[in-house]
């Protein structure tokens, strides 16, 4: 979940009684997307849900959380050993755990599960999860990283950690979380963390865990982009610090990748140089070489568009490296979304084959068309086997009254080392969704169960089959059975895409 860009905000919160934010932000956009959640139980409680769950198909479009309430925010993986074993997870919008998700059949079906939370802090408190990101490593072990906020009565965000579940057997369980990073909520924010393991076979490093995120809001002590690296399989972990040590350390959305000889990248925004920022290690995360730049850009940190009525697209990278042994092997890959000359929101790539050293001029991923379209939340995956780019978004082109309300979401591939892009791009969803408009159980302008899509939605590709997941809301009037209340419909889906 996102935070303002400078955290000036000032939470006035009662445990039972929903009071204002008094936020001084850059933009209305960056007030804190927590707080409906944090609203919504004080005064009701958590909802209903959290048992097996059972997904719906819808013409090849999979429900996969078919569950009580809304759900946003998702991330998917698959087990590189045994492709057909898939794990996903989401935020819950009106419930205190993280969901998690895991399938058998390669998407066609699914279940849910809960994962655990570490006790309140302080005498009537609470705390849920947020902001899930998924790997596997080469032992079969999925791995499931969160952040976790402390909210106390009258006190505000007491604190932040980090949380990392570990899952044996493809999802269905997590026995083993380990909690670290704890931070009071005075000093900074932990958010939006982002997971990946090392699953080179050949490699010194392989199955290092390595988890990255924003450390919100700080200086040179307090900020900057982390990351932990565990070498015992999740069960314990060291943090380092990836950007440079003496800067202000604003930045948001981390996003590391494994290269093929073990290398460690990560990029993230950094809102203060509007820049997207990039670091290399070469000794399994232990060190950092000095701070690079991908690309500048033109958005700071997020953007108001239309089909989001409450919150802004976040300027958020995607990094990833061609694992396979194909001709680009190694090559590096950077996408992120920025404004268009039209005053629209486009997704940019640059690549690079000299680990980061210098990149490419940005360029366009998706179809340019006529009409005035934006796409935001997109995710990257590049197929460890086949080495094509892989790229999912949000899209309004099919929004033919011209308000750039209604969003599906598309697929565009490179097969030729992000030279050229598959067009016209891939229609994955069947359906339109519509965030703007109201129609679930709040008397408003437009939907806000208090994530309205989230921050990034996730893709994963292997040996030719792509598997973007995102937040539906198809269903937004629907009801389930077994809910006490009518609680409107945010769903997590997912489809095939070969």
């Known amino acids: 979940m996102k935070m303002p860009a400078f955290f000036r905000v000032c939470l006035l919160i009662q445990f039972a009684v929903a009071l204002p934010i008094c936020a001084v932000a850059d933009s209305k956009t960056h007030n804190p997307t927590w707080w409906d959640k944090y609203q919504y139980i004080a005064n009701n409680g958590p909802a209903d849900g959290g048992g097996p769950s059972a997904s719906l198909n819808f013409k090849g479009n999979v429900d996969v959380s078919n569950e009580c309430g809304p759900q946003s925010e998702t991330f998917i993986t698959l087990n590189p050993l045994q492709s057909k074993n898939m794990a996903a997870g989401s935020n819950e919008i009106f419930r205190l755990p993280m969901r998690g998700y895991f399938s058998s059949d390669s998407g066609t079906n699914w279940g849910g599960v809960d994962l655990p939370l570490p006790p309140t802090q302080g005498s009537n408190g609470i705390d849920f999860g947020s902001d899930p990101t998924l ?47 704890l931070e009071g909520g005075s000093n900074h924010f932990n958010d939006k963390p982002m997971i990946t393991t090392d699953t080179n076979l050949n490699s010194s490093f392989r199955d290092n865990v390595y988890i990255a995120w924003d450390a919100a809001a700080g200086g040179s002590t307090g900020g900057g982009i982390r990351v932990a690296t565990s070498t015992d399989h999740g069960a314990s972990f060291t943090i380092t610090r990836a950007d440079d040590p003496s800067g202000p350390g604003r930045s948001i959305g981390a996003s590391p990748a494994v290269g093929p000889n ?104 998706a179809d340019q068309l006529s009409i005035l379209v934006d796409r935001f939340n997109h995710w990257m995956s590049v197929d460890p086997i086949t080495g094509d780019v892989n790229i999912s978004f949000y899209d309004t082109r099919n929004d033919t009254t011209g308000s750039r309300y209604m969003t599906d979401v598309y697929f565009t591939q490179s ?62 009037l629907d009801a389930i059975s077994g809910c006490s209340r009518n609680l409107a419909m945010e769903e997590v889906f997912t489809a095939k895409v070969k």
């Not at 108001?304 to 092997?329: K, N, T």
Request: charged share 15%; aromatic share 14%.
């Open 262 to 365: 073990g290398e460690v990248y990560v990029a993230w925004n950094d809102y203060v140089a509007n820049a997207i920022a990039f670091n290399r290690s070469f000794d399994g995360g232990k060190t950092w070489d000095a701070q690079n730049i991908v690309s500048s850009k033109s958005i700071p940190f997020d953007i108001a568009i239309p089909a989001e009525s409450f919150r802004g697209a976040l300027i958020y990278p995607v990094l990833d490296v061609d694992r396979s042994s194909g001709p680009h092997r190694g090559r590096l890959y950077c996408s992120w979304i920025d404004k268009t000359s039209a005053g629209t929101t486009d997704i940019y790539l640059s690549f690079s084959d000299d680990k980061g050293a210098h990149w490419s001029p940005r360029a366009t991923v």
């Open 135 to 181: 790997a596997f490593d080469t032992r079969s072990s999925v791995f499931y990283g969160y952040i976790v906020i402390f909210f106390g009565n009258g006190n505000g965000v007491n604190a932040t950690e980090m949380a990392v579940a570990r899952s044996t057997d493809g999802g269905q369980t997590y026995p083993n979380v380990t909690f670290f990073g």
């Open 415 to 476: 097969t030729n080392g992000g030279a050229s892009w598959s067009s016209p791009n891939t229609r994955v969803t069947n359906t339109s969704s519509n965030e703007h408009d109201c129609g679930g159980i709040f008397p408003c302008s437009g939907i806000n169960y208090g994530n309205q899509y989230g921050d990034y939605e996730g893709l994963v590709s292997f040996n030719g089959t792509s598997y973007p997941i995102w937040t539906d809301s198809r269903r937004q």
